[in-house]
Antibody, heavy 121, light 107 residues
Framework: EVQLVESGGGLVQPGGSLRLSCAAS????????MHWVRQAPEKGLVWVSR????????TYADSVKGRFTISRDNAKNTLYLQMNSLRAEDTAVYYC??????????????WGQGTLVTVSS | DIQMTQSPSSLSASVGDRVTITCRAS??????LNWYQQKPGKAPKFLIY???SLQSGVPSRFSGSGSGTDFTLTISSLQPEDSATYYC?????????FGQGTNLEIK
């Protein structure tokens, strides 16, 4: 059974940093693209970042570029999101998502339960 | 960025009804269109990829169609457990973008 378990969320002051983790199990982690998607309270889904299966390429939404860094440790089956210079508008539930890139089609086949990040003084 | 617009934003329908949700892209995305279902307090659930390919385990009453800029998600016979918010999402190019969501309520 595929499992994705996020952790690391919490309350942080504006300008602060946080590192989210997503522990993966039940599949060969090193063969899948992975993503972070966030959802502000009572709002819709927003894609944040993507990383290739081997970590060789990363892509970011403009709203987080230069502040967030996605990475992965395939030996530990873990995805990360380092978030710096946090702003109030980064407050959201952050989900990790597994992407099989099946036949050239990218989609979020499995999701974690999410971890809440609150940026407030 | 490619903008995704869903309609309606909300709808109410009865058990057994046929329901259609529309998603329009601001420019052509071929068939790079996915659909998700989200219930309150839960993570989204993946339903359909490549506009019309149903994910394994998803009930056959769900179907998707379209290509280019116009897409639809259809529920052929609405069930009580289908009450949720539905999102379309394009994967033609980054940044991947979602529609604003359609809140489906059961009467």
């Amino acid at each position: 059974e595929v499992q994705l378990v996020e952790s690391g969320g919490g309350l942080v002051q504006p300008g602060g940093s946080l590192r989210l983790s997503c522990a993966a199990s039940g599949f060969t982690f090193s063969t899948y693209w992975m993503h972070w998607v966030r959802q502000a309270p009572e709002k819709g889904l927003v894609w944040v970042s993507r990383i290739y299966s081997d970590g060789s390429k990363t892509t970011y939404a403009d709203s987080v570029k230069g502040r967030f860094t996605i990475s992965r440790d395939n030996a530990k089956n873990t995805l990360y999101l380092q978030m710096n210079s946090l702003r109030a508008e980064d407050t959201a539930v952050y989900y990790c998502g597994r992407d099989p890139d099946y036949g050239g089609y990218s989609f979020f086949e499995d999701w974690g339960q999410g971890t809440l990040v609150t940026v407030s003084s | 960025d490619i903008q995704m617009t869903q309609s309606p934003s909300s709808l109410s329908a009865s058990v057994g009804d046929r329901v259609t949700i529309t998603c329009r892209a601001s420019r052509t995305i071929n068939s790079y269109l996915n659909w998700y279902q989200q219930k309150p307090g839960k993570a989204p659930k993946f339903l359909i990829y490549a506009a019309s390919s149903l994910q394994s385990g998803v009930p056959s009453r769900f179907s998707g169609s379209g290509s280019g800029t116009d897409f639809t998600l259809t529920i052929s016979s609405l069930q009580p457990e289908d009450s949720a918010t539905y999102y379309c999402q394009q994967s033609h190019s980054t940044p991947y973008t979602f529609g604003q969501g359609t809140n489906l309520e059961i009467k």
